[in-house]
């Protein structure tokens, strides 16, 4: 199989460079750059990468606008790097469909792993990302002592009944929380690799989700206690 084919959008040079080495480095192949959310649109179409990895603020178009603008058009999965600070960037990542994320502080062999995951078709989901952004999807009250005001990119989240998934696809979801891959719910659930994969396929067309983290945090949102 060939490397995973990398665009790397960030609006500093100096990262997208360091990136750029680090991903070179291990033996993916770099096919270019941009330093903000049209450009990424641009670039993903014209240079049809295998994963865009992406900032989220960014000046002009953000990198949550450029995601779904990547993801709807078919231009290429978005591993998303980012930050403690950005928990409702992250909110609209999920919706738009993100397939992974890492904290910027990652190590270089999670992130390569990372992205050859999601070349793969598989998510991404580092657990300190995922557990903030879930449990304010959980509802955590606000300043006030008042439950806080859902946001326009929570709302932005399809709403399902987890109770159209059967038992199985419930195990599939739960391991997809989990941050597992196609190849360990196979093993940890007893069944074929391709069982797992329409399992996990079956998860999203109920559900209504972009991505496995779109599904899991439309579970959460839907049912806090899942």
């Not at 994963?51 to 603020?57: A, I, N, S, T, Y």
């Not at 946001?151 to 997809?176: H, K, M, N, Q």
Request: hydrophobic fraction near 50%; glycine fraction near 10%.
């Amino acid at each position: 199989m060939s490397a995973p084919r990398v665009l790397v959008v960030d609006d500093h040079g100096a990262i997208r460079e360091a990136l750029r080495i680090m991903l070179e480095t291990h033996g993916l192949t770099v096919v270019g750059e941009a330093a903000d959310g049209a450009a990424a649109v641009r670039n993903a179409a014209a240079l049809q990468p295998d994963v865009v990895l992406m900032d989220l603020r960014m000046p002009g178009v953000d990198g949550v606008t450029a995601t779904r603008d990547i993801v709807e058009r078919g231009l290429g999965d978005v591993l998303v790097l980012t930050s403690f600070d950005e928990d409702e960037l992250v909110f609209g990542a999920i919706a738009a469909g993100a397939a992974g994320f890492l904290l910027k502080t990652a190590d270089a062999s999670t992130l390569i792993d990372a992205v050859h995951r999601v070349a793969a078709g598989e998510g991404v989901l580092d657990p300190r990302v995922t557990r903030r952004a879930l449990a304010a999807l959980a509802g955590l009250a606000g300043r006030d002592g008042r439950a806080p005001r859902r946001s326009e990119a929570l709302d932005d989240l399809v709403e399902a009944p987890v109770s159209l998934l059967t038992d199985r696809e419930r195990d599939v979801l739960a391991g997809i929380a989990q941050g597992w891959s196609n190849a360990e719910l196979a093993e940890r659930l007893g069944i074929a690799l391709p069982t797992a994969k329409t399992h996990v396929s079956n998860v999203l067309a109920k559900l209504g989700a972009r991505s496995r983290t779109h599904a899991v945090a439309i579970a959460r949102e839907l049912d806090p206690g899942e």
